[in-house]
């Protein structure tokens, strides 16, 4: 039978590794999908470097849309990134009757719900397994696999670039400036790095899990994000101290009133396995109510096992790309006229525990003021840890740091709680808000 035809659009990072990828394991590919996956056509501005890289017998363009208008293409290969001409080109495919696999997430967390109503109406297919958790099938664990399922929650280091970091600095005391370099030079971040640092990256990818899991729209915009850039050093240590990691977490919630949808350093148990994931790992927590808890781990970034999950989904897309449309998967796992419209609920009204540190005068009677106005608020604390002034400011200091664990509250009654304390005038510094999950 005739080879599949894929043009890639982006030859960089994960582009080389599908090449190299398919060009290797092609007898083992051929077997899977029944046939074989060409990729016959390359498109990059650096045309040279790509030429380089796939060698003699494909051609090499600059313009991708000469892989769009050449009508022996059966699936294009979108790794170029980012909103602008990524989104022109994937639209352009779609509508010119191509099947689409792409590992951008910032696209689809954002425009994925006119690509896959655009996909729907012409009757083709988008993949986008690389766009979370990279070589992690959990698109193929959240869209098939957990299917029986009502899906809980779902928690998870889905950024590479940023456990590198919070591993590195932890193990190995470095410095966040020198850490994030060595991850732009091992592939792991993105073109713009604060979308990882600030939480961003995760965020896209928490959106698109948030979507297939609660049959959802793509809802970036109401995403929740914070990032690793304001943690301290002092809060890695006292986390650790208290029995918890910190790490970056993506997190999707069902409760009675809709979605939680947010990114943001959490302490997490250091018993769980997830609290041990380390480097450029990632994980993935799914709670389901009949499965109960899962767990998937593996490289969520940099170029072959990217290159893993796109090729995944070329061999999906080989298939299925003759059967009726309506036996296919849908794209965000619920069929599109069964989507719900549970809202995305504000921080404000997300449920969590709470860690806290205080800069204070360490004078008598500090503790029990911040500790009465949290029982005034109604929030109940769950541990204290006072440190040594000297400790923390040095011989003879006349400050200390108090950290406080929380039970469960609500966030809106948390951020008055904490409006109360910081007017103290014993309270001496912003006061450090670090959400814990327990994860259980
Ligand atoms: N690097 C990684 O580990 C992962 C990346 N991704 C996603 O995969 C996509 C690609 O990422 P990387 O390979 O890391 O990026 P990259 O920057 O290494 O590669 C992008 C390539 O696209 C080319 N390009 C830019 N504009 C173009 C245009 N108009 N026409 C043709 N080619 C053009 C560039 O010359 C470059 O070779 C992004 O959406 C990224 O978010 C997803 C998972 C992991
Ligand atoms: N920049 C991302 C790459 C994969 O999506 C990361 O660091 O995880
Ligand atoms: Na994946």
Same mark, same amino acid.
């Given at each position: 039978?005739?080879?599949?035809?894929?043009?890639?659009?982006?030859?960089?990072?994960?582009?080389?590794?599908?090449? %190299?990828?398919?060009?290797? %394991?092609? @007898?083992?590919?051929?077997?899977? !999908?029944?046939?074989?996956?060409?990729?016959?056509?390359?498109?990059?501005?650096?045309?040279?470097?790509?030429?380089?890289?796939?060698?003699?017998?494909?051609?090499?363009?600059?313009?991708?849309?000469?892989?769009?208008?050449? =009508?022996?293409?059966?699936?294009?290969?979108? $790794?170029?990134?980012?909103?602008?001409?990524?989104?022109?080109?994937?639209?352009?495919?779609?509508?010119?009757?191509?099947?689409?696999?792409?590992?951008?997430?910032?696209?689809?967390?954002?425009?994925?719900?006119?690509?896959?109503?655009?996909?729907? +109406?012409?009757?083709?297919?988008?993949?986008?397994?690389?766009?979370? !958790?990279?070589?992690?099938?959990?698109?193929?664990?959240?869209?098939?696999? $957990?299917?029986?399922?009502?899906?809980?929650?779902?928690?998870?280091?889905?950024?590479?670039?940023?456990?590198?970091?919070?591993?590195?600095?932890?193990?190995?005391?470095?410095?966040?400036?020198?850490?994030?370099?060595?991850? /732009?030079?091992?592939?792991?971040?993105?073109?713009?790095?604060?979308?990882?640092?600030?939480?961003?990256?995760?965020?896209?990818?928490?959106?698109?899990? +948030? *979507?297939?899991?609660?049959?959802?729209?793509?809802?970036?915009?109401?995403?929740?994000?914070?990032?690793?850039?304001?943690?301290?050093?002092?809060?890695?240590?006292?986390?650790?101290?208290?029995?918890?990691?910190?790490?970056?977490?993506?997190?999707?919630?069902?409760?009675?009133?809709?979605?939680?949808?947010?990114?943001?350093?959490?302490?997490? =148990? *250091?018993?769980?396995?997830?609290?041990?994931?380390?480097?450029?790992? %990632?994980?993935?927590?799914? /709670?389901?109510? *009949?499965?109960?808890?899962?767990?998937?781990?593996?490289?969520?970034?940099?170029?072959?096992?990217?290159?893993?999950?796109?090729?995944?989904?070329?061999?999906?897309?080989?298939?299925?790309?003759?059967?009726?449309?309506? /036996?296919?998967?849908?794209?965000?796992?619920?069929?599109?006229?069964?989507?719900?419209?549970?809202?995305?609920?504000?921080?404000?009204?997300?449920?969590?525990?709470?860690?806290?540190?205080?800069?204070? *005068?360490?004078? !008598?009677?500090?503790?029990?003021?911040?500790?009465?106005?949290?029982?005034?608020?109604?929030?109940?604390?769950?541990?204290?840890?006072?440190?040594?002034?000297?400790?923390?400011?040095?011989?003879?200091?006349?400050?200390?740091?108090?950290?406080?664990?929380?039970?469960?509250?609500?966030?809106?009654?948390?951020?008055?709680?904490?409006?109360?304390?910081?007017?103290?005038?014993?309270?001496?510094? @912003?006061?450090?808000?670090?959400?814990?999950?327990?994860?259980?």
């Amino acid at each position: 039978m005739k080879s599949i035809q894929v043009g890639l659009l982006g030859i960089g990072t994960v582009g080389s590794g599908v090449f %190299n990828v398919l060009k290797r %394991n092609q @007898p083992e590919i051929m077997r899977r !999908a029944g046939r074989g996956i060409e990729i016959t056509m390359v498109a990059d501005l650096d045309t040279a470097r790509a030429q380089a890289i796939v060698g003699t017998g494909v051609k090499v363009v600059d313009d991708a849309r000469a892989i769009i208008a050449n =009508p022996d293409i059966d699936i294009v290969v979108e $790794l170029i990134g980012g909103y602008g001409i990524a989104k022109q080109l994937v639209m352009e495919a779609i509508a010119a009757g191509k099947h689409v696999v792409t590992a951008n997430k910032a696209l689809l967390a954002v425009h994925g719900t006119e690509i896959f109503a655009a996909a729907s +109406s012409k009757g083709v297919m988008v993949a986008f397994e690389a766009a979370v !958790a990279g070589g992690i099938p959990i698109i193929k664990a959240l869209r098939e696999g $957990l299917t029986a399922n009502s899906i809980q929650w779902i928690a998870g280091i889905i950024n590479g670039t940023t456990n590198f970091i919070l591993s590195e600095m932890r193990d190995k005391g470095l410095d966040f400036e020198v850490v994030l370099k060595e991850a /732009q030079r091992l592939g792991y971040a993105e073109a713009d790095p604060t979308f990882d640092i600030e939480g961003v990256d995760a965020a896209h990818k928490a959106t698109i899990m +948030s *979507a297939i899991a609660f049959g959802i729209p793509v809802q970036f915009d109401k995403a929740y994000i914070e990032g690793i850039t304001k943690l301290g050093a002092q809060d890695i240590r006292y986390a650790e101290q208290l029995g918890y990691r910190i790490k970056l977490l993506g997190i999707t919630k069902r409760t009675a009133k809709g979605i939680e949808l947010r990114v943001h350093p959490s302490l997490v =148990p *250091a018993k769980r396995l997830i609290a041990n994931v380390e480097g450029a790992m %990632n994980a993935v927590m799914v /709670q389901g109510d *009949a499965v109960g808890t899962t767990l998937y781990y593996g490289k969520g970034a940099g170029s072959e096992p990217t290159a893993s999950a796109v090729i995944a989904d070329l061999v999906d897309i080989t298939r299925l790309h003759t059967a009726d449309p309506l /036996q296919r998967v849908p794209h965000l796992a619920f069929q599109p006229d069964a989507m719900s419209d549970l809202p995305v609920l504000p921080m404000s009204e997300i449920v969590t525990s709470y860690y806290l540190r205080l800069r204070v *005068a360490d004078e !008598a009677g500090v503790l029990a003021k911040v500790t009465g106005l949290l029982a005034g608020a109604g929030i109940s604390i769950d541990a204290v840890l006072q440190r040594e002034a000297d400790e923390v400011g040095g011989e003879g200091s006349t400050q200390t740091d108090v950290i406080i664990l929380t039970h469960d509250c609500v966030e809106a009654k948390m951020d008055a709680a904490i409006a109360e304390m910081q007017a103290l005038p014993t309270v001496l510094a @912003p006061i450090t808000r670090i959400r814990k999950e327990e994860l259980a």
